[in-house]
Each structure stands twice: as structure tokens, then as C-alpha cells.
């Protein structure tokens, strides 16, 4: 069974959950563009104070102009509080936005029944057993991210089977995402410049312009986006052809390379599970997966 193919069912669905209804959140708040940052520095940090450099290390793929003007302008809100020179620390209003946030995203979620009862215990149970198998791995990579997001926004043992169930696959991401970093970080590039490359890699944008549309033009600026181009030309990683980017022999080797790192990874607590587990996951998430396609129609 491949296990990337479980991965991607199990995730390409339940990935927007909540997402909806956290945006209307958001704007009730009276929230910026951008508030997914506050949270996730909330959610990571908990009442520990932290610098944009330090938040950087566990999510590196942002811009550090762009990071520390949102924290700056959440503190202006009262929403974080800077306690240094180059520290925040979150604020009872912060964690209240964020339980905000998370009860819009559970109260969404709550009537959504895709699949039988039944049927939805069973994709939970096989996937805390991953969770848990998870997290007891011996690093690398760094389980802190998971750590922290598992435990910090917890929604409970008492809510609906789904909500868990997303709340799971979350932690089990993060994992994924230190698996990434592990991958890539001893070559010394940025976060942004590594994220420009994976879009020409992916064919996903191959062009300055199109880099900014798809990095995210209130993210990154135009001048990291042109200074992540240049370095990627000057490793030999990426080349340029009347204004379009495509990667290099040897740079679609290193960039497989670190995919294949992530995946192996990744994926070695799911020995816990044998194969006929495994496939039964995987017709269990179809079905869970398809469920959730209906009901959004």
C-alpha cells in the first residue's frame, strides 16, 4: 500500500475544514490579513515569550520583514505584548481570539456526518495510533511544533469524532513539516528562497510574477522573491529562460532527494499499522474523503 496515497486522502479533504468559518471569525474580530500568524505563534508558544527569529526556526518558510510587522501590529491590538526588545509573549485578549477562532472552526464541523459513526471511530483509532506512535520517535526531526500544537489546542476528548479527527491529521502535519525542514536545512538557504524553488520544482509558477501571485504577494515581497531567484541561479539549482525559471538537472536532484528524506521520515512510525490496516485506512479515508466532497456540494 503506498502511504503516500493514504497521506493525501486523508489530508486533501479535511485540510479546509473550518477554514470558512474561521475567516467570518476573523473579521468579526476585526483581525488583519495575516492573523494566521498571531495564532500560530499563540499556539506554539503558549505564555513563552518569543522573537520572529525564534518563531522562524519552527516555521521558516515566511518573510522576517513581513512576520515581525504582524507582530508588531498584533501588540498594537492587544493581542500580544512585547516584553523586550525583540519579544512578545501572548495576551489573555490573544488566547481569547484564538479559542474564538477554534470554536468557529469545531461549531462548523459539529454537523457534518460523511461517513457512518462507525466508520469514522475506526479512520480516528488507526490514526491515533499513528499520532501516538508519532510521538514517541526519537529526533530528528524536531517534534516540537507537534508537541506544542497537539497539546495546546486540543480541542478535548469530547467532541465530535471529525473534530478530533482533524485535530489528529493537524499534529501529524507538523511532524511532516520537521521531517521537511530536516530535510533541506543543512544546505543553508532560506525558508522563502526553499519555497520558490519547490514552486518551480512543482511547476507551479515559473515566472517572477507568477512566483508573487503564488508565494503570496502579502507575504513575501517582490525583492526576497527576486533575491531567492538569484541565489537558487547562483547554486546551480535553478535557470532562467526569456524571463521563466525551470529547475536544473541538479537541482531537480537535490529537490527530489528532499522529498524522498520527508518521506522516509515521515513515514517510519507507520509500521505500527500492517498492510491489511493500512488498506482498510485507506478505503475508509476514500469513503471519508468522497463523504465530505457530497456534503460540500
Given at each position: 500500500m503506498n502511504l503516500n496515497t493514504i497521506w493525501s486522502t486523508l489530508t486533501e479533504s479535511l485540510e479546509p475544514l473550518g477554514d470558512s468559518a474561521?475567516?467570518?471569525?476573523?473579521?468579526?474580530?476585526?483581525l488583519e490579513p495575516g492573523w494566521q500568524t498571531l495564532i500560530w505563534a499563540i499556539a506554539l508558544f503558549d505564555n513563552e515569550p518569543f522573537s520572529t527569529k525564534s518563531f522562524m526556526r519552527i516555521r521558516p518558510y515566511g518573510s522576517k520583514q513581513v512576520n515581525e510587522a504582524r507582530f508588531i501590529s498584533a501588540a498594537k491590538q492587544g493581542n500580544l505584548m512585547l516584553v523586550s526588545d525583540n519579544e512578545y509573549v501572548s495576551t489573555e485578549k490573544g488566547k481569547y481570539v484564538?479559542?474564538?477562532?477554534?470554536?468557529?472552526?469545531?461549531d462548523s464541523i459539529a454537523p457534518l456526518q460523511p461517513v457512518?459513526?462507525?466508520?469514522?471511530?475506526?479512520?480516528?483509532?488507526?490514526?491515533?495510533?499513528?499520532?501516538?506512535?508519532?510521538?514517541v520517535m526519537p529526533e530528528p526531526p524536531s517534534k516540537f511544533a507537534m508537541n506544542r500544537y497537539y497539546k495546546n489546542i486540543h480541542p478535548g476528548q469530547d467532541v465530535q469524532p471529525l473534530r478530533l479527527l482533524v485535530h489528529y491529521i493537524g499534529?501529524?502535519?507538523?511532524?511532516?513539516?520537521?521531517?521537511?525542514?530536516?530535510?533541506?536545512?543543512?544546505?543553508?538557504?532560506?525558508?522563502?528562497?526553499?519555497s520558490a524553488f519547490t514552486s518551480i520544482w512543482r511547476k507551479e509558477a515559473d515566472t517572477l510574477?507568477?512566483?508573487?501571485?503564488?508565494?503570496?504577494a502579502?507575504?513575501?515581497?517582490?525583492?526576497?522573491?527576486?533575491?531567492?531567484?538569484?541565489?537558487?541561479a547562483k547554486r546551480g539549482w535553478i535557470e532562467e529562460e526569456m524571463g521563466a525559471?525551470?529547475?536544473?538537472?541538479?537541482?531537480?536532484?537535490?529537490?527530489?532527494?528532499?522529498?524522498?528524506?520527508?518521506?522516509?521520515?515521515?513515514?517510519?512510525?507507520?509500521?505500527?499499522?500492517?498492510?491489511?490496516e493500512l488498506e482498510e485506512l485507506f478505503n475508509l479515508s476514500t469513503q471519508l474523503r468522497d463523504g465530505l466532497r457530497s456534503s460540500n456540494e
Open positions: 474561521a475567516e467570518s471569525t476573523a473579521a468579526e474580530l476585526g484564538m479559542s474564538r477562532l477554534l470554536q468557529a472552526m469545531e457512518p459513526a462507525a466508520d469514522l471511530q475506526k479512520i480516528l483509532d488507526y490514526v491515533k495510533r499513528l499520532l501516538d506512535a508519532t510521538l499534529s501529524l502535519d507538523q511532524y511532516r513539516g520537521a521531517a521537511h525542514i530536516a530535510s533541506w536545512e543543512s544546505y543553508n538557504i532560506k525558508g522563502y528562497e526553499w510574477g507568477a512566483l508573487y501571485e503564488e508565494m503570496g502579502s507575504v513575501f515581497t517582490r525583492e526576497e522573491i527576486l533575491e531567492a531567484l538569484r541565489d537558487l525559471y525551470r529547475t536544473t538537472t541538479e537541482g531537480g536532484r537535490i529537490r527530489q532527494e528532499s522529498e524522498d528524506v520527508t518521506d522516509r521520515l515521515f513515514f517510519v512510525p507507520w509500521s505500527c499499522l500492517n498492510e491489511s
